[in-house]
């Protein structure tokens, strides 16, 4: 019943029934750092709103504590997205997509698809912060030539096929051309066996991959995990970034049947436990 409300804290602030609601106007210390995530194949519901926020004062930033990147909801919840997301009705209820990347002024919902659209040369901009541990990793296959702005957002991955970053035949280069950025591309998964045994940035296949700023970090994923692994003719040029790894920052196959090439003019490689480059 929309027409029902119902009182809330210590102010007994009146709301009505919705499937969420956000009391900006709440006096209490943490209202200002609350953060609200909707995700995935979550629906919510509410006879007033889906989500609502209250926020008879104004405050500028209010919606800021919504991160809505998915969901299916029964009202309309576009003016609590950000620029990347939008709500679209499809049978009657909204369904929110994220765009997690754009190649010119298209927007796509994964790197991968954006990838896929981007001809040689194009710049693949990333939107917001990614998964592949979840949302599926990124491939670079023959014939593209890309390069890859981290825009000042991270990339999460880790040490295992499809989980991390693939360049087979084709070219990626790496930059981050948000000032101060705090993005980087890591890994937090442990070694194992196996499984998580492979590079966070995997080059073969004569692949190319060439690295101009921005940050890779594997040293939370433990000693044994390296960041960017050289095979099969392929190439790796680094002129600028950061590189931290807890085992071999760049690990060139020393197989002489592999004949990977590592060229270092510039950047900061660290290894916590072994050699920065094993070649």
């Given at each position: 019943d929309a027409t029902r409300t119902g009182t809330v804290g210590d102010a007994r602030q009146i709301i009505g029934v919705s499937g969420?609601?956000?009391d900006r106007d709440a006096n209490y210390p943490a209202v200002a750092t609350?953060?609200?995530?909707?995700?995935?194949?979550?629906?919510v519901n509410g006879a007033k709103e889906a989500v609502e926020l209250i926020n008879t004062y104004g405050v500028a930033d209010a919606k800021s504590a919504f991160s809505l990147k998915g969901?299916?909801?029964n009202k309309d919840v576009s003016a609590l997205l950000d620029e990347n997301s939008v709500a679209e009705e499809k049978d009657g209820v909204y369904v929110v997509t994220t765009y997690y990347a754009q190649v010119g002024k298209t927007k796509y919902a994964t790197l991968q698809e954006a990838a896929d659209a981007a001809t040689a040369g194009q710049t693949v901009t990333v939107l917001n912060d990614v998964d592949m541990t979840t949302d599926g990793n990124l491939t670079v296959y023959a014939g593209k030539d890309i390069v890859l702005d981290m825009n000042g957002h991270s990339i999460k991955g880790a040490n295992a096929d499809h989980k991390n970053i693939c360049v087979s035949s084709g070219k990626l280069t790496l930059?981050?051309?948000k000032e101060n950025s705090t993005g980087r591309i890591y890994a937090e998964?442990?070694?194992q066996e196996g499984i998580y045994d492979k590079p966070?940035?995997?080059?073969?296949n004569g692949g190319e991959f060439v690295m101009e700023s921005g940050h890779i970090n594997s040293v939370s994923a433990g000693n044994h995990q390296f960041v960017i692994g050289a095979y099969y003719?392929?190439?790796?040029i680094i002129n600028g970034g950061t590189i931290e790894s807890g085992g071999y920052a760049i690990n060139g196959s020393n197989d002489e049947y592999q004949s990977p090439t590592i060229t270092i003019n510039g950047g900061t490689l660290v290894s916590t436990s072994s050699y920065?480059?094993?070649h």
């Open positions: 969420v609601v956000f609350t953060k609200i995530k909707i995700d995935g194949d979550a629906k969901g299916t909801y930059m981050d051309s998964t442990p070694y966070l940035v995997e080059v073969i003719d392929s190439k790796v920065a480059i094993s």
